[in-house]
C-alpha cells in the first residue's frame, strides 16, 4: 500500500551548485550523497518536514537522468511515493493498465528496492515506488 510522498526528485546539472542553492542558499539540511550505479546516478537527499528534496545528476555523463538533462535541461523529474509492498502495488498497478520502465523493481538509494511507472501511466508524471527495509518503515 502507498504510504507516504517519499520525495520529490530534481534533475540538476552541476550536483555541487544545486546542493549549495537548496542547503546554503534556503537553509536546509544535507543528509547526504549516494552514487545509485543501477540508476547511474548520483545523489544528494535534503530532508524537509514529511519528506526530502532528492537531487539527481547523472554519474560519468551518462544514463537516465543525462538524457533528461539534455533533452529539457534541470527541474522537476519525478515523484516518489514509499511503498510498503512493492510487489503488491506493481501487479495492482499493472492490473488498472500502469507500464513500467523496468520487469522488476531495482536497488535504489539507502537500501530501498524501487520501480518507475512510464510517465503515460499518470498523466506525465514519471513515478516512482520505493520500498524501503522492513527496519525504516
Do not use: N
Not at 542553492?21 to 547511474?40: H, I, M, N, Q, Y
Not at 512493492?86 to 539507502?110: N, R
Amino acid at each position: 500500500m502507498i504510504r507516504r510522498l517519499d520525495h520529490v526528485a530534481i534533475a540538476v546539472p552541476d550536483l555541487q551548485r544545486a546542493i549549495a542553492r537548496f542547503a546554503e542558499d534556503l537553509g536546509l539540511s544535507l543528509a547526504g550523497t549516494e552514487d545509485v550505479p543501477t540508476e547511474k546516478t548520483s545523489t544528494a537527499f535534503l530532508p524537509i518536514e514529511g519528506t526530502r528534496i532528492e537531487l539527481v545528476h547523472p554519474m560519468g555523463g551518462e544514463g537516465p537522468i543525462a538524457k533528461y538533462l539534455e533533452k529539457r535541461g534541470g527541474g522537476l523529474h519525478h515523484l516518489c511515493f514509499e511503498t510498503d509492498d512493492i510487489e503488491a502495488d506493481v501487479a495492482k498497478l499493472k492490473a488498472k493498465g500502469w507500464e513500467f520502465l523496468s520487469p522488476a523493481p531495482k536497488p535504489g538509494a539507502h537500501g530501498t528496492r524501487v520501480i518507475f511507472a512510464h510517465p503515460r501511466s499518470c498523466e506525465g508524471v514519471l513515478v516512482e515506488l520505493a520500498e524501503h527495509p522492513k527496519a525504516h518503515a
